[in-house]
């Protein structure tokens, strides 16, 4: 159908000129291979650290004083940490009341919550809050730096459309059909054997959201009883804590070495009364992969009354080759979200693909609970999802058969949706170098510093370890008090008492830079003392 009269100015119309040479390489580095890995593996672990909170708190079932007791701590072991702070007080009080194990801690409601409260007070009271600074180095976002990374110019031209076209009405609860069109297209040439259709296609408010659709459609008003869903950890936070909000859930530990993720756990606590797995397919916070065949293991060996959810999310910034066609099967959901990829956190805007009667059941949860996903981003969906698969599909220059995948109400012409690829496609790929530079360059600094590195096989995020110190959180604070830089604990993605920090990598190179030589110049400090 026709949008919109076809004498007004069309898409791309204002796209703006892109001078200079690009490289010709899709995603492909500019420098050599990284070093190889000196953290020889990350495993979340429930050691003694994590199991003496649960047995000297006077709650175990309280996160709330598990999270404070921790940061109590966390105060009394840091470089600059306050002894009269009420936290540290009702540390230094402590005495066990009970015994707990590490298999307790990890079928433990409160546990989940604890991790989820502790993420909430890193950023809104310790990062945002008393610490805040200016002056501060932050790699602990987990996100692409928008000002250095954003929108390429064919995406943004796409928004602008659509606001001069005023299309954020009210719409279908799955999203705008030409948008999901363009998705189904997209993710069928991402897959091995398997065609996807608008059908198989619902448009969301982001992956985060996605998840808790999904497991309040899946999970709540359950008439039967059955075993925990499966969680493997690492994780992030409000994802595992928005499925033990509707059922109880087992945390799995995974090993992430040599860039492979191991399921072997995860297929072992598997029953057929499982009722939902959630398995993020590149592990945050180490970049990890989890291999094809691990997962059409897993797939294969799940009953068909256990949803399987893929987070997809964090597959960018290393080889991805093409999904394995288990990932259709009738009990998978696969989310993905514009977040990571594309840089558009903030947007909140994603998608899943599933089996046709799923999707049927999301517009109507999506219709009764929220409505639709926003509108205004549809014909941005439609831009990025079909020039992404045409650079899947090797596609030169777009001719007659590209331009007749966009609706003639549009008012595109042939010259210039070959400009409007041609700049996407140059931005993507300086953007994907640039990427992967920044990523080996840092973590070489870092590494060269002394600090141990656990190189990703994907995502814009790596592990290191702290040697100086015995918790993650300590190391965050410490890091923070002397030299200024801010890394993330990896205690918030379920890591327990493993002692790492994940570093985000995709920031500025002059804020990567100033962060290599303030970590540099203290651990130079830590080993002269």
Not at 125 to 136: A, M, P, V
Not at 348 to 372: H, L, M, N, P, R
Not at 436 to 442: C, G, S
Not at 510 to 519: I, P
Request: proline share 6%.
């Amino acid at each position: 159908m026709n949008f919109f009269p076809v004498d007004l100015e069309g898409l791309f119309s204002d796209l703006p000129a892109k001078p200079g040479a690009w490289p010709s390489a899709y995603g492909v580095p500019r420098k050599a291979s990284p070093q190889a890995s000196t953290l020889p593996y990350f495993l979340p672990t429930v050691g003694e650290r994590t199991i003496e909170l649960f047995e000297c708190v006077s709650d175990p079932d309280d996160a709330l004083e598990l999270r404070d007791l921790y940061l109590g701590r966390v105060e009394c072991e840091a470089l600059r940490g306050e002894a009269s702070d009420r936290r540290a007080i009702l540390w230094l009080e402590r005495r066990r009341r009970r015994n707990w194990s590490a298999e307790e801690i990890l079928n433990s409601r409160a546990a989940i919550r604890f991790v989820k409260e502790l993420f909430n007070s890193f950023f809104r009271d310790d990062l945002y809050g008393r610490f805040r600074s200016n002056d501060t180095v932050i790699l602990s976002s987990g996100s692409v730096c928008e000002e250095s990374f954003g929108l390429p110019e064919a995406a943004k031209a796409a928004l602008r459309f659509a606001l001069k076209r005023d299309w954020y009405g009210y719409s279908d609860s799955r999203g705008r059909l030409s948008a999901r069109d363009a998705i189904a297209a997209y993710e069928t040439a991402r897959i091995s054997n398997v065609r996807y259709t608008a059908e198989n296609i619902a448009i969301t408010m982001g992956g985060t959201a996605a998840v808790s659709v999904l497991a309040d459609l899946l999970l709540t008003g359950q008439k039967v009883p059955s075993a925990p869903a499966l969680c493997p950890i690492p994780n992030y936070p409000p994802l595992i804590e928005s499925i033990a909000r509707r059922h109880h859930v087992q945390q799995v530990p995974l090993i992430s070495q040599n860039g492979r993720v191991s399921l072997r756990p995860l297929l072992d606590a598997l029953t057929p009364a499982t009722p939902l797995v959630l398995l993020q397919t590149v592990a945050n916070p180490t970049g990890a992969v989890v291999d094809e065949n691990d997962i059409r293991e897993l797939i294969a060996k799940a009953s068909p009354t256990t949803m399987i959810l893929l987070d997809e999310c964090h597959e960018f910034l290393g080889s991805c080759g093409l999904r394995t066609c288990e990932r259709a099967a009738a009990n998978v959901v696969r989310i993905s979200s514009m977040s990571k990829t594309w840089s558009a956190p903030g947007m909140k805007i994603g998608w899943i693909v599933a089996d046709a009667a799923i999707i049927s059941d999301f517009y109507e949860y999506a219709s009764t609970s929220y409505g639709g996903p926003p509108s205004l981003f549809y014909t941005l969906i439609e831009v990025v999802t079909r020039m992404e698969r045409w650079l899947l599909e090797g596609v030169d220059d777009p001719g007659s058969a590209e331009l007749s995948e966009f609706d003639p109400g549009y008012g595109l012409t042939g010259e210039a949706l070959a400009a409007a690829f041609r700049s996407y496609r140059a931005e993507r790929n300086v953007r994907a170098s640039s990427l992967l530079d920044n990523r080996a360059e840092i973590l070489e600094s870092l590494q060269s510093s002394g600090f141990d590195v656990l190189h990703p096989a994907q995502s814009i995020n790596a592990t290191l370890a702290a040697p100086w110190w015995d918790d993650p959180y300590v190391a965050f604070r410490n890091l923070l008090s002397e030299a200024n830089v801010s890394l993330f604990p990896s205690v918030l993605t379920f890591g327990y008492d493993m002692n790492a920090l994940r570093v985000t990598t995709s920031r500025k190179r002059s804020d990567l830079k100033m962060a290599s030589e303030r970590l540099a110049m203290f651990a130079s400090d830590m080993r002269r003392s």
